[in-house]
């Protein structure tokens, strides 16, 4: 949550308008082309009603195609047009709407942030030593028998109690009657409107009591009340606020890894320059302990890196002149010089970066029935707290007022619009931190239905490469004599089945025979003077249709066969045991040769796998699933399973090669480990478990208060320590899930 600034401080805007500045808070919308799409925190927000609010003053705006806000996340996602407004124009609809926005990525962010938890700390820990001064006074009242106290000390006793609620009135409680007055204005209703009527209502009883006490509400005052449920509320909120901090830990981490200054080499030395100012192509130089801020190439040096949070690989990866290296990563353990590749939104983590922030302002369809339901139920609570205080007022007014206290306190739908956004942003934090990004919360929802799963063959349950697994020979020559002249050739080309073969005689560590002439034909072969390495027929022996195959042959005729097979992910066979344990079923679908495709799901225990399949083939026949029943997802590389990964119910896509952005998947794994698969269908499910445990409880909760409070069974102070106690109960078995 971000500080609450009066209009009047807010710097100008007008300086977003700028195209030039777009690129440090929008990026152009992968749904709409012609479209920008930027992220927004907003300032002011506590509840569902408050999200719709935003949404709606942001739709209003001409030009803005899509506005989502998320209760939980406190995060816009607004699609716009150039042509149609600016960005001061929709920041100027949620300034007017009595709220403030500022860019996502904003350079000050987390120093508001800061300032808001300050403010939030001071304020409650005025409530609280206020309340305790109060209870000591009030205790008196409660504890002296007939006669034992003076009406002289009773009426000292409440004034000092009025001094001390003074401060908790107008410090501790100022942004609740702030943002109700707000809502007055703007004719509409949110949370904080019943909460400060509530706290308006118990000190004008408690002061009216205290200035005339032999009056019609002298009877009794209730500042030990009013100060009890300030603190209570406040604690809540405090401790709410700070959960979600730790729920959108993933989010916060990756934005604030960049450095803000770097070395770069003039031509001389290096010199310490801001990032902002680096170019691609500059020499820079990233000292132990720094992060990287572009992704680059090393020149010069060798360390370790920490990619935790961008790929998913926990452990520290080696990196050496001409490896590569990515922004947001950290250097461990020595200075490393690198090349510039990539800077700013053309880098790995800023895709990821506007992959995160995307799905946290989003809301599926559960949090979505919520806000619909939140305002009306705030119109409910007030009319019920209207009708409590009509039945209660013949038995005394003061009485009577502080039921319709109670009611407009304990009703607040706080724990039912947290309940769902609160456990979905935990959930895809925690799924971040192992290396899956969750482009769609509803995705989430979507997963934990599953009970199909369909792999795609080449680059995800198959690394790129392939494999000798078998080398057949002539009598006259030994296997490692033949693997050795065939290497010879295969060096010669880039193809797959020529690096495959050099690969298995480097792993053996046979000496480079020397071959002179070699000729690739291509489609075929390699060919020198006396040998041929290739196709079946390009030399000469007859093929095996069942078998990938490559020959070698020299005058004589054939020397050698080498049997290949794709290279299996080794996490595939495990990444499928688990998912047929979970209970799903499993394919594959490939659009290589039958043969190939059956080889690969018999070596990972797949018992269904169809080849030869072209994207709308794997498309039809996830339609087909789906016309049967079935929840399906899809699992594939990106790269040509467009079609099927936007069809599936929910859709993962591997592969680093492909833009995150541009991808139609639901999840995109940022590293190479199939067991996310089965990671992220059982977090799915452990999730819906916490959204309905949350749901029944937000239900319960007020299925057994409500009544209470009507009753007038229900104490102020214990109405609003429930009301705290629910939402935080909420937030905290939704921050279970960010804890794996």
Same mark, same amino acid.
């Given at each position: 949550m971000l500080a609450t600034l009066a209009p009047s401080s807010l710097p100008t805007r007008d300086w977003l308008d700028e195209p030039g500045e777009w690129a440090a808070f929008s990026q152009p919308s992968? &749904?709409?082309?012609?479209? +920008?799409?930027? %992220? @927004?925190?907003? &300032?002011?927000?506590?509840?569902?009603a408050c999200a #719709?609010?935003?949404e709606q003053a942001l739709r209003a705006v001409p030009g803005v195609r899509l506005a989502e806000v998320g209760a939980a996340s406190r995060r816009a996602r607004v699609v716009w047009s150039a042509t149609q407004t600016r960005p001061s124009q929709w920041l100027a609809a949620v300034a007017q709407a009595g709220y403030h926005a500022i860019p996502a990525l904003d350079a000050g962010e987390r120093q508001r942030r800061q300032v808001e938890q300050r403010r939030a700390l001071w304020r409650w820990l005025v409530a609280g030593l206020c309340m305790m001064q109060v209870m000591m006074y009030a205790m008196p009242a409660y504890v002296a028998g007939p006669g034992e106290m003076t009406a002289d000390m009773a009426q000292l006793l409440r004034w000092a109690s009025w001094v001390l609620t003074l401060p908790v009135l107008v410090f501790s409680c100022g942004p609740f009657f702030a943002n109700a007055w707000r809502d007055v204005l703007q004719r509409r209703i949110s949370m904080d409107l019943p909460a400060a009527l509530g706290m308006a209502v118990t000190f004008a009883v408690s002061s009216a009591g205290t200035f005339d006490p032999d009056g019609l509400l002298g009877h009794e005052v209730y500042f030990d009340s009013l100060t009890m449920f300030v603190f209570f509320l406040l604690t809540g909120r405090w401790l709410e606020l700070r959960l979600r901090d730790r729920t959108a830990g993933a989010l916060e981490a990756l934005i604030g890894r960049l450095p803000d200054s770097v070395e770069r080499w003039d031509g001389a030395a290096f010199v *310490?320059? !801001?990032? *902002? *100012?680096?170019?691609?192509?500059?020499?820079?130089?990233v000292l132990p302990g720094e992060?990287?801020?572009? &992704?680059?190439?090393? @020149?010069q040096g060798r360390t370790q890196v920490d990619e935790a949070l961008l790929t998913g690989e926990s452990r520290p990866l080696g990196r050496a002149v001409g490896d590569a290296v990515l922004a947001g990563s950290y250097n #461990?353990? !020595?200075?490393?010089?690198?090349?510039? &590749? %990539? @800077?700013?939104?053309s880098t790995r983590f800023a895709q990821i970066v506007a992959l995160m922030a995307q799905a946290a302002s989003q809301k599926p369809r559960l949090a979505q029935l919520a806000d619909r339901v939140a305002r009306p139920f705030l119109w409910g609570v007030l009319l019920a707290a209207a009708l409590a205080g009509v039945l209660w007022w013949p038995s005394g007014p003061g009485h009577a007022l502080m039921v319709v206290v109670a009611v407009l306190v304990v009703t607040c739908p706080c724990a039912l619009s947290l309940a769902t956004p609160a456990a979905l942003l935990a959930a895809a934090g925690s799924m971040a931190k192992s290396g899956v990004l969750v482009r769609r919360l509803q995705a989430l929802e979507n997963l934990a239905q599953v009970d199909t799963v369909v792999f795609d063959k080449t680059g995800t349950l198959t690394r790129d490469g392939m494999a000798v697994v078998t080398t057949h020979h002539r009598a006259d020559v030994s296997a490692q004599r033949a693997l050795a002249l065939a290497a010879a050739l295969a060096r010669q080309s880039l193809h797959p089945v020529s690096r495959a073969v050099v690969a298995a005689a480097q792993a053996l560590g046979l000496p480079a025979e020397p071959v002179e002439d070699v000729e690739e034909v291509v489609g075929q072969g390699l060919r020198s003077p006396h040998y041929r390495f290739?196709?079946?027929r390009f030399c000469g022996v007859p093929a095996d249709p069942a078998q990938q195959q490559v020959h070698l042959s020299d005058a004589q005729g054939w020397l050698a066969t080498f049997d290949l097979s794709e290279d299996v992910r080794p996490d595939a066979v495990p990444a499928i045991q688990s998912l047929r344990d979970a209970g799903i079923r499993v394919e594959l679908l490939s659009g290589d040769n039958a043969a190939a495709a059956l080889r690969v799901a018999a070596q990972v225990g797949i018992a269904l796998a169809r080849g030869g399949c072209s994207p709308q083939d794997k498309l039809q026949h996830l339609q087909a699933l789906q016309a049967q029943g079935h929840c399906a997802a899809m699992v594939g590389d990106g790269l040509n399973d467009g079609p099927v990964l936007a069809g599936a119910h929910v859709s993962f896509a591997f592969? +680093? $090669?492909v833009p995150l952005a541009q991808r139609q998947a639901d999840l995109v794994v940022t590293g190479? $480990? #199939?067991?996310?698969?089965? %990671?992220? @269908? #059982?977090? $799915?499910? *452990?999730t819906l478990r916490v959204v309905r445990q949350n749901l029944l409880w937000a239900a319960a909760y007020n299925a057994v208060c409500v009544p209470l409070a009507l009753a007038g069974w229900l104490p102020a102070w214990a109405a609003g320590l429930g009301m705290a106690l629910s939402s935080l109960l909420v937030v905290l078995n939704a921050a279970r899930l960010s804890r794996g």
């Open positions: 992968s &749904d709409w082309p012609a479209y +920008q799409e930027s %992220q @927004l925190l907003i &300032d002011g927000m506590h509840c569902a #719709l609010s935003v *310490r320059v !801001a990032v *902002r *100012r680096l170019h691609t192509g500059d020499h820079i130089r992060a990287f801020p572009a &992704d680059g190439t090393v @020149l #461990l353990s !020595a200075p490393v010089e690198l090349h510039v &590749d %990539q @800077l700013g939104a290739g196709a079946a592969g +680093q $090669a190479d $480990a #199939l067991n996310v698969v089965p %990671q992220s @269908l #059982l977090m $799915a499910r *452990r």
